[in-house]
């Protein structure tokens, strides 16, 4: 049996890092079930720690690098 990652929906501006309250770029879904959420830098800062506990890691920091026209917030 495989086990096949749904992709877990994108990360809004609704999203806020934990540490931080920017918005969140990295989403970290716990081994133990439960999930955090962290801006780029924070994301990049705890990586290291994260990987140890993580079940998987949603990294969306790419999209800061991306133009905003993909990003559309008006409605
Ligand atoms: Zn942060």
């Keep these: 049996m495989t086990t096949v990652l ?3 929906s994108p990360l809004t501006a ?9 918005q969140a770029y990295v989403r970290v879904v716990l081994l133990s079930g439960g999930e955090l959420l962290f801006c780029a830098h924070h994301g990049r800062k705890f990586e290291p720690e994260l990987k140890k506990i993580a079940a998987e890691i949603q990294d969306e920091t790419e999209r800061l ?3 905003a026209s993909a990003s559309e917030e008006e409605r």
């Design 14 to 22: 609704a999203d806020r890092c934990d540490r931080c309250g920017a």
């Design 65 to 67: 690098t991306v133009p």
């Design 6 to 8: 749904t992709p877990a």
